[in-house]
């Protein structure tokens, strides 16, 4: 949900021309926008963070994505779209499992 803010006190900016033709100045936010600034926050406090965040989620997240092709999601409406997402990110799970561990120590661990 998007919440819509006016102000007046922008009235006399001296190049408000520049940026609206409009009397009020409208400001569309999310109402949960604080979360998203929250977010931006503890990155410029941890610059690491994004390179770490490369490391170990972009990479499985490319890879799934390369897998579901060109269409991306087959699915519509959130609850089939989540499902569909546990299905590619349990099949790059096992996959590396098998990668990791091979096929008859995953079959042994699931048999037991």
Avoid: S
């Avoid at 799934?64 to 060109?70: E, P, R, T």
């Amino acid at each position: 949900m998007h919440r819509r803010y006016w102000q007046n006190d922008c009235q006399y900016c001296p190049v408000k021309a520049r940026c609206t033709t409009g009397k009020e100045r409208r400001i569309t936010r999310w109402e949960h926008e604080y979360l998203i600034e929250a977010m931006y926050a503890r990155m410029d406090e941890t610059p690491d963070m994004m390179r770490m965040r490369r490391c170990t989620v972009e990479h499985p997240f490319g890879t799934i994505k390369a897998w579901m092709g060109a269409t991306h999601l087959q699915m519509r409406r959130m609850k089939n779209v989540r499902t569909e997402m546990a299905l590619h990110v349990l099949a790059y799970n096992i996959k590396r499992l098998i990668n990791m561990i091979g096929v008859r120590p995953l079959l042994k661990a699931l048999a037991a």
